[in-house]
C-alpha cells in the first residue's frame, strides 16, 4: 500500500503564527528552529497535533512532503519539533512569497503538480481558508481546479493556530477511507 501524499506548508498551515512574539492560541508551545538565517529562530506548535502527525507517518498512512516558501530549509525543523520520517521531500516553491497567484494559478498548486498528477493527496496550508464558507480563497480555487475536490484533501488551518489534532483526525479519516479501510468520514 502506497502512503499518501501529505503536502504541508509550515507558516500557519504547521506551525501557529504569533503576534509580538508571543501565541494568540493556548495550546501553542515555542520551539527553537535551529535554522539559519532568514528562516524565523522560533516556532509556535501544538505538541499533541505533532504527536497525532507523527503517528500518521510512523504508521505509513502519509508521506510527508514539504510545500512551503522554507522550501527545503523547511526540514531544520523535523528535529526541532521531533517529527518522524524526515528529511521530508520538497515540493519547491522557489519563493518566500507562498501565496503568490499567476494568471489564477497559484504558486503552490503548480508545486503540487509536479509532484502528483492524478493521485490522491492531502494538503495543509492556512490559505485554503474554509471549503464550508464561501467565498473560497483564490488559492483554494486554484488547488479545485486543477485536481478537483474527488482526488484531494483541501485543510485550510486558521494561521493563528496552525495544524490542530482535529485537523490530522480528519486527514486519517480521510486517508483510510480512501484506501477503503473505513467508510465515508
Known amino acids: 500500500m502506497a502512503r499518501m501524499p501529505l503536502f504541508m506548508d509550515v507558516d500557519g498551515g ?11 492560541w493556548k495550546e501553542l508551545d515555542r520551539f527553537p528552529t535551529f535554522a ?11 505538541r499533541a497535533a505533532v504527536a497525532a502527525l507523527n503517528e500518521l507517518i510512523d504508521e505509513r498512512l502519509v508521506e510527508p512532503i514539504w510545500c512551503t516558501s522554507w522550501d527545503a530549509g523547511a526540514n531544520f525543523l523535523i ?14 516553491v522557489g519563493t518566500r512569497q507562498g501565496d ?17 498528477t492524478d493521485q490522491d493527496f492531502v494538503m495543509v496550508d ?10 473560497w480563497t483564490p488559492q483554494r ?5 486543477a ?14 493556530r496552525g ?6 483526525l480528519r486527514i486519517r479519516a480521510y486517508v483510510q477511507y480512501r484506501e477503503g479501510a473505513v467508510d465515508a468520514p
Open 79 to 92: 528535529p526541532a519539533l521531533g517529527l518522524h520520517g524526515g528529511p521530508w521531500r520538497v515540493a519547491t
Open 141 to 145: 480555487r486554484s488547488m479545485d481546479q
Open 163 to 168: 495544524l490542530t489534532v482535529d485537523d490530522v
Open 126 to 135: 492556512d490559505l485554503l481558508g474554509d471549503e464550508n464558507r464561501g467565498p
Open 100 to 116: 503568490l497567484m499567476f494568471r489564477d494559478i497559484w504558486i503552490k498548486t503548480k508545486a503540487v503538480s509536479r509532484v502528483v
Open 14 to 24: 504547521l506551525c501557529g503564527l504569533t503576534f509580538n512574539n508571543v501565541a494568540v
Open 36 to 46: 539559519p538565517a532568514p528562516y524565523p529562530s522560533h516556532a509556535w506548535v501544538s
Open 147 to 160: 485536481f478537483g475536490s474527488t482526488t484531494s484533501l483541501l485543510v485550510g488551518t486558521k494561521p493563528e
